[in-house]
């Protein structure tokens, strides 16, 4: 009678470890999980329309001012940007790999005014319209305006389709250089 207890025990005991294992095993299959930054919200791509390559802090850099381009699009950190609403209805746009913000250099206000990356301010020449929204699919019709200057769009200087091609403002047209698509990144 001793060893039918001492059986019954331990398969009560196996079975409740191997459940253990599966319940384990299940959670880590279908479970998805966030990654670290999932708190602070999803980060995007900004790709250009007319050449389907992404907004990319030059060289990866973390300083201020450091150059904004366009580039092919990788799984990089300095092509992943968070826009993040204010309350009158203007974004700014974080870059992920620096923590700091797109920013019309000097306040520029002329056509080709540079667009670079620098400490967050929130001051106006950060400040961007998004008349349409963020619109997470891959319909181009978004326009990307500086609020500090009325008719301007971030815009891919030359309509220029190479790598390294520089973003600045320029006077809205509407163009291919200067409509936007904003897919989510993948992590």
Not at 44 to 59: I, L, N, P, Y
Request: glycine share 6%; net charge positive.
């Amino acid at each position: 009678m001793q060893h039918s207890r001492t059986t019954a025990g331990n398969l009560r005991r196996w079975l409740a470890s191997l459940a253990a294992v599966l319940i384990t095993t299940a959670g880590l299959l279908f479970s998805t999980h966030a990654p670290a930054h999932a708190a602070d919200g999803p980060w995007f791509r900004f790709v250009v329309a007319h050449s389907e390559k992404c907004m990319d802090v030059a060289g990866g850099s973390t300083a201020h001012m450091a150059n904004v381009h366009q580039w092919q699009c990788l799984d990089v950190l300095s092509q992943h940007w968070q826009p993040r609403v204010l309350n009158d209805g203007s974004y700014y746009i974080v870059n992920r790999n620096s923590g700091k913000c797109l920013d019309v250099a000097w306040w520029g206000t002329h056509d080709g005014a540079n667009v670079i990356q620098a400490n967050c301010t929130h001051a106006d020449n950060q400040r961007w319209w998004i008349p349409s929204g963020i619109r997470t699919d891959w319909t181009p019709a978004q326009r990307i305006m500086p609020k500090h200057v009325s008719n301007k769009c971030l815009d891919v200087a030359w309509n220029d389709p190479a790598n390294g091609a520089n973003i600045v403002q320029s006077s809205c047209w509407g163009g291919p250089n200067q409509t936007w698509y904003v897919p989510w990144t993948s992590w």
